[in-house]
Each structure stands twice: as structure tokens, then as C-alpha cells.
């Protein structure tokens, strides 16, 4: 059991050099450009170790993006009240829980993010995917007949989560310039008033 239990281990750390370099190497030269060799040279390993834990890079890729958004998902669908920004907050509806869950799941893997929503296209299509779940399930609870909506449902949720997405990856590159709560805030404010409105631009 103790020879199983250090094999895990020793799989696990091997597993993350591999990623590890794969993610600095998307960020010096762009996903395409990475062979298998670069990899295996930046994670100081041989090839048939790295073709032990995946097929291709292609495998790498689908499976890197894969954990850590049903992490993503796990950090943000977590029961509610065991976060203390939201305890501390009466008014914490499912909306500003979303937004500071997410906002923090972000800044915790924003090496990560900052990598893959810059230069793998992927990345945050399935980003925006969970954000337009969200979206589309709150527009339906509030509004179940289409016919409701001045506009229609698919373009409301995809200016949302394209809008989202850009403020994600600015936040980012800016270096997290605000707390998640501050984030939280601000864009629940332009979602519910609108930008002129939120901006102080118009009463």
C-alpha cells in the first residue's frame, strides 16, 4: 500500500512538470509552435515518460483545460456560506455569488488563465460556456417565455459572457488590480444598470 501511495505521488509531480512546461512554453512561443521535444527539454524528462501519462500534446492540452474548469466549477457551484466575503454579506444573492466565486477561482490559477485565455482560444470558449450556463438558466427563472424578452435570449447571454470574458482576461493582464469582491461589485453594477448608468454617465 505505502509502494502504491509513492507511486501516486511520484505520477502526480511527474504529471505536473509536464504541465508546468507546457504552460510556460504556450507562454513563450504559442501553442502550435510546441513539440513534443520542447516539452520533454523544459520538463528535463525523457519522451517515453511523457507518452506514459499522454497520447500527444493534443491530449495534454484537452485534459489541462478539462481539470482545471471542473475546478472552476466545483469553486463556484460550492454550497453556500462557506466563503467568509459571502457570510459577512446579508445580501449575497446567486448573482454576486457567482461573480466573486468565479473572480476568486480566477486570481487563485491566474498564471494559468493569464496563459491560456491570451494564446488557446479553447480555453475560453469552454470559460464562457460555464458563464453562459449560469446566464441562461437566471434569464430563464426570470423570464421562461422568450416572447418576453425585448431581445432574444442567445444574443442577451452571448454579449454577457463575450463582455465577461474581456473584463477577465484585462483584469489579468492588468495584474489584479482589484479583489474579486471589488470585481464582483462593479460588474454586477454595469450588468443591472447598464454601463452609461453604472458609470455615473447617465441618471
Request: proline share 3%; aromatic share 10%.
Amino acid at each position: 500500500m505505502q509502494r502504491q501511495i509513492k507511486s501516486d505521488r511520484r505520477t502526480r509531480q511527474t504529471g505536473k512538470f509536464i504541465r508546468d512546461a507546457f504552460l510556460q512554453l504556450i507562454a513563450e512561443k504559442g501553442y502550435p509552435a510546441i513539440t513534443i521535444q520542447d516539452i520533454t527539454d523544459r520538463a528535463e524528462m525523457n519522451r517515453s515518460t511523457f507518452y506514459y501519462h499522454y497520447k500527444g500534446k493534443e491530449e495534454l492540452l484537452e485534459q489541462c483545460i478539462h481539470e482545471m474548469l471542473s475546478l472552476a466549477e466545483k469553486d463556484i457551484m460550492r454550497p453556500a456560506g462557506t466563503n467568509d466575503q459571502e457570510t459577512n454579506s446579508t445580501e449575497c444573492n446567486d448573482q454576486i455569488r457567482f461573480y466573486i466565486r468565479l473572480f476568486e477561482h480566477i486570481s487563485g490559477q491566474a498564471d494559468f488563465y493569464r496563459v491560456m485565455l491570451r494564446h488557446v482560444p479553447l480555453c475560453g470558449q469552454r470559460l464562457s460556456g460555464i458563464i453562459q450556463q449560469f446566464y441562461q438558466a437566471r434569464i430563464f427563472s426570470n423570464h421562461p417565455i422568450a416572447d418576453n424578452l425585448v431581445i432574444s435570449r442567445e444574443l442577451l447571454t452571448t454579449y454577457i459572457t463575450g463582455a465577461y470574458t474581456a473584463v477577465i482576461l484585462s483584469w489579468l493582464e492588468q495584474g489584479l488590480p482589484y479583489t474579486p469582491a471589488s470585481m464582483a461589485q462593479q460588474l454586477s453594477l454595469v450588468m443591472n444598470k447598464g454601463p452609461y448608468r453604472a458609470a455615473g454617465l447617465l441618471q
